[in-house]
């Protein structure tokens, strides 16, 4: 039984493709039984990508179409698949946390992914010029960007401990050596170690994130050395497109399958409507696990 926990569409995101029904249609058609519906939370008018033509009042009206869309769609196909209802989150600074938990509060939300794509306010995974903007005034080295990066994400999982973690190592994606080792910085790597513990302790949930793969890195978010500290530690992953589109719906499955066979992981968790069975923030969601042996006889992990 195949699942998703992060998805966007181009009906509310400016940076995908499809509307939101088609990208439900699509993952029916894949065979997904569970799939996370998590359009990216409005932000400020500072915060606006390149693309956006857009206006944060203008963002927060396309969000409450968003919900309003997400439910409809979430009955329209319950006989065929189960879908989920949430919000990737944008940790840009720390004011940042009061406007978050408004959206919590406004909206009654199945889960959300805690993300970082800014350090010092400038996106890190949009393009190179920004990366290198954002590396610059982190005195110009990926050592400390890398650093900064992973500082600000233990600030947003300290104040929000989200349910689902989303792609934890997203800095490397546009570094200059994407697919290197971070234990090559041993500062870097304590805070690695530092945010990988303290979501375990909370109960948080990291994302094997596949969108990694159609980008080019050689592994998923995260990679095999992160995977490994956390689940030593007690940790849980579980699945995630993060599709952009029908076209990328359930893409590098059967990949993200052959490295956790390589990694020794062995299970992995996900999230459906039902009796609540680990986060009290969201009574109508049980927690289930199912091995990996079971996901491989499914069509989509070929």
């Not at 181009?10 to 439900?24: D, P, R, T």
Request: aromatic letters at 10%; charged letters at 25%.
């Amino acid at each position: 039984m195949p699942f998703s926990h992060h998805s966007h569409s181009g009906q509310f995101c400016g940076h995908a493709k499809n509307s939101l029904e088609e990208v439900v249609q699509a993952a029916i058609q894949k065979g997904m039984a569970v799939y996370a519906l998590t359009e990216h939370m409005p932000r400020e008018d500072q915060d606006l990508y390149p693309e956006e033509n857009e206006t944060s009042q203008s963002l927060a009206e396309l969000f409450d179409d968003y919900f309003y869309e997400a439910t409809r769609l979430q009955k329209a196909y319950a006989s065929k698949i189960k879908l989920l209802i949430g919000i990737e989150i944008d940790w840009i600074r720390p004011s940042s946390k009061p406007f978050i938990e408004a959206l919590l509060n406004k909206y009654q939300f199945d889960l959300f992914i805690g993300s970082v794509h800014h350090v010092h306010a400038v996106p890190i995974d949009y393009d190179r010029a920004l990366y290198l903007k954002a590396r610059q005034k982190s005195d110009g080295t990926d050592e400390k960007l890398f650093g900064d990066y992973f500082d600000l994400q233990h600030e947003m999982l300290e104040a929000l401990k989200p349910p689902i973690v989303g792609h934890f190592d997203l800095i490397r994606l546009l570094s200059d050596n994407p697919d290197a080792s971070f234990m090559q910085w041993t500062g870097v790597w304590q805070k690695i170690l530092r945010n990988l513990d303290f979501i375990q302790q909370y109960g948080g949930i990291v994302e094997l994130n596949t969108a990694a793969l159609r980008k080019g890195l050689s592994e998923p978010y995260p990679n095999s050395e992160i995977c490994k500290k956390f689940l030593a530690g007690g940790g849980t992953l579980t699945m995630s497109d993060d599709s952009h589109g029908i076209d990328q719906v359930g893409t590098n499955y059967g990949r993200a399958l052959k490295f956790a066979d390589k990694h020794d992981i062995s299970t992995f968790t996900y999230l459906e409507r039902g009796p609540c069975t680990k986060d009290g923030r969201f009574p109508g969601v049980s927690t289930n696990k199912i091995s990996v042996v079971e996901l491989k006889e499914h069509p989509l992990f070929a």
